[in-house]
């Protein structure tokens, strides 16, 4: 079945960018997403990529597909601390809806 | 409320016991969905609803696992005789439809301890 799968921890300085990772192996993904979950909070849509797109750019985040080595990234720029979650990819399982997460990075920002 | 919720918040219960959980999706709102997260791990999908069309129970781990749903409205996720593996927190969602590109709000969750 689909999989997709994350690094566990990343941890960077204020100010620096992060860089997190994750791969999938369902080829027919027309949506990739980003979601960020901090302590106490729901899980929150952060961006999302459609699979015909190589890179999509919002405000500090930049997304990259990488389709034929199915690769996403999500790029974090001038990391704050409010930016420490976890932070899970997740494709959409053919056209049902049903979102299929990775493990989730857990980022940590240090001052 | 503008949001999906959930309740109970947390629950802890003893092996052996029925569970039941809530969701109430945001209004209008025809695809619901139920994931489960075990600690330290990613969410993983149990069962959604779309309108008036059959569930799609293809992510129940058990029997002991069912849900409901009224119309569009609330569904209810019910665990027979609980085991301590079922301990997780359950988290409902809901989007507009069940389209591929239709963002899906998430509930805050409820934490279930099995004992």
């Known amino acids: 079945g689909e999989d997709v799968e994350q690094s566990l921890f990343l941890s960077v300085r204020e100010g620096d960018s992060s860089v997190i990772n994750c791969t999938y192996t369902d080829s027919s993904s027309t949506y990739l997403y980003w979601y960020k979950q901090e302590p106490g909070a729901g899980l929150q849509l952060l961006t999302y990529i459609f699979s015909n797109m190589d890179m999509k750019q919002d405000q500090r985040l930049t997304v990259l597909l990488n389709k034929k080595d199915k690769h996403l990234s999500l790029r974090i720029a001038d990391t704050q601390t409010g930016d420490s979650a976890i932070y899970f990819c997740?494709?959409?399982?053919?056209?049902?809806?049903?979102?299929?997460f990775g493990q989730g990075t857990t980022l940590q920002v240090k001052p | 409320g503008a949001g999906v919720s959930q309740s109970p918040s947390n629950k802890v219960t003893e092996k052996g016991k029925d569970v039941e959980l809530r969701c109430d999706p945001i209004s209008g709102h025809t695809a619901l969905y139920w994931y489960r997260q075990r600690l330290g791990q990613g969410l993983e999908f149990l069962i959604y609803?779309?309108?008036?069309?059959?569930?799609?129970k293809s992510g129940l781990p058990s029997d002991r696992f069912s849900a409901e749903r009224t119309g569009e409205s609330v569904s209810t996720l019910t665990i027979q005789r609980t085991q301590q593996e079922d301990s997780a927190v359950y988290l409902c969602?809901?989007?507009?439809?069940?389209?591929?590109?239709?963002?899906?709000?998430f509930g805050p969750g409820t934490r279930l301890t099995v004992l």
């Open positions: 997740a494709d959409i399982s053919g056209n049902t809806g049903k979102l299929i």
């Open positions: 969602a809901s989007s507009p439809s069940s389209g591929s590109w239709d963002e899906q709000f």
């Open positions: 609803f779309q309108g008036n069309s059959a569930p799609d």
